[in-house]
Every structure is written in structure tokens, then in C-alpha cells.
């Protein structure tokens, strides 16, 4: 809903206030409520479909390939495609959101559990579709994401690892009941004894001294800057990026904000991650949940 100039100037009032009052009496950390559902599309490794209360929705697949293994391209182990509805796929708009998500995957995910032998590897192609969204959508794909990773199953290798002197393609058992989960690999490669927490992106709204956490459309028409963070393994990483959401009232960004962001996400962002891994742990006995 586009508001009007009077409508605009009492709502920045109201986030302004240092007793800011949000119009959907949030606080100031807490997300929208959202419904999500996992592992529900057959033909993919991973995935799911988050849908917020205002109507905007998301879908998620993850799919995997054998590809010949180069340590040197390593990092482009994983590929990340967006749609969204109503958008070109050469839009600026569009190319930005995938250009954010995948350098935060391409960086900081653990490439060597993808690793088959000393000749191939798995890639995954992660493929999102936003059928519907109110405000910017980059928290929205980010943890409808985090939750296809997160239920991510592999087929398991049957052939033999070290397939340096015998030219032989990976086998694999037919059964997916053995198929395994990136925590696991993880965990049996030694590679990591905690479970796996792929990296999400939090936006964070700026207005007058005060921080709101996933503004909405009619926050984001006041906001006076904005932030992109990003988080993973228990605390903030980069990207830490300055964006524009949609506001046409953008001033200048005080340092001092910018510490307080950070602060903040390293506070509440663990809250947002552990309400994702609820989900994931449900996941068995109920195939969709509420959460936040």
C-alpha cells in the first residue's frame, strides 16, 4: 500500500520516537510471523516454501550434480538462480538479489562436503521463485534457503573414494533411506562436529536514531537508510551492505548506527536461527509449522 504524505509523516513519527510504536506493534528485532513448509517437492535434494503474513511467498529447490572436481573453481560449487514473479530475469533488481546471495554462499559455505573424490564432487543448484512479496525480498529467500540446505540429502557413495589410477564414474546406493544429510557428511568427514547453519541475510530499516529489523512495505516508504547483514556460525559476517529499499527519503548514515546494527544482529540474529533449526527438527512429524 502506497501511503499518502500525511499518513507517511505520522508513521515516521512513530518509528522515530524513541518509544517507536511499528504498525504492526512488532518490536524492533522481531520478524514478521511466517508459515513453512519442507521437503515437499520429490524430484529435488532440498527444499521449501516460506510464506509470510502479508501474503508474499517463496519457493525453494535444491538440486545436486556430479561435476568433475577442480580445488582451483572450488568455490563455485554451488550456483544460485532467482525468479520472481512479475520481474525480468536480466533486471537490475533481480540480478542484485542473486548477485547477494550467491557471493554469501559462494563464501562461506563448506565446499570440501561436496567432495566425492579425488576426481569429482557434487554442485548444487539452488533455484528460488518468488511468487508473491510486499517489501524487499532478500530475508525471505535467504531463510527459505536456509531450510532447503538445511534438509539437503545426498545419495550415498557406494565406489570407491580414491579413484586416482582407475578411471571410474561415482556409483551410488539406490536407496534414498541411506541418502545423507550435509550435517552428517560434515560431521563424518570430521570436518565440523556441530550441526550445519548455512549463512542468512537479515535487512535491518533505519529510521531517525532507531533500528527496525524486516520492515515492511509501509516502513520501508519512510526509512531514512538501510542495511543488509549478513550471519553465520554465530555471529555477523560480511557482506555488511548500505542498500536502498525503496524510500525516496534517504539521508546519511551515522557510524555509530552502523556499531549498533552489528551489536544487535549478533543478539537476536542466534533467536532467527534457532527458530529455523525448530522448524527443520519438526520437520519429521509435521510437514508444515509456524514459526517466529
Partial sequence: MIL????????????SHPQLIRPDSRSTHQYRPLEATTSFLPGSNGSARIRLSDGSECIVSVKSKVVTYD????????????????????????????????????QNFPHDVL???????????????????????????????????????????????????????????DDWDNATSLSQI??????????????????IGVVGSNLIFDPSLEEEQVLENSLIVGFY?????????????S???????????????????????????????TLVEQESYETEGSIF
Wanted: with cysteine; aromatic share 10%.
Fill in 186 to 203: 560434515l560431521q563424518e568427514k570430521q570436518i565440523a562436529s556441530a550441526d550445519f547453519q548455512p549463512p542468512v541475510l537479515v535487512t
Fill in 115 to 173: 567432495k566425492l573424490t579425488s576426481r569429482y564432487a557434487f554442485k548444487l543448484f539452488i533455484d528460488c521463485i518468488v511468487i508473491s512479496h510486499t517489501s524487499y525480498p532478500l530475508s525471505l529467500i535467504s531463510f527459505a534457503t536456509y531450510l532447503a540446505l538445511k534438509l539437503t540429502k545426498l545419495p550415498l557413495l557406494i565406489s570407491d573414494v580414491n579413484d586416482e589410477e582407475v578411471a571410474e564414474l561415482p556409483t551410488f546406493s
Fill in 247 to 277: 524510500s525516496n527519503n534517504y539521508k546519511g548514515f551515522d557510524k555509530s548506527l552502523m556499531i549498533k546494527a552489528l551489536t544487535l544482529s549478533n543478539k537476536f540474529c542466534p533467536y532467527i536461527i534457532k527458530a529455523l533449526d
Fill in 233 to 245: 556460525n554465530g555471529k555477523v559476517i560480511t557482506p555488511i551492505l548500505n542498500a536502498n529499499f
Fill in 71 to 106: 580445488a582451483r573453481i572450488n568455490h563455485n560449487a554451488v550456483e544460485l538462480d532467482i525468479d520472481i514473479v512479475g520481474y525480468r530475469d536480466d533486471s537490475n533488481y533481480v540480478a542484485n538479489l542473486r548477485y547477494q546471495l550467491s557471493n554469501l554462499l559462494q
Fill in 4 to 15: 499518502s504524505p500525511a499518513e507517511k509523516q505520522y508513521l515516521y513519527d512513530s518509528l
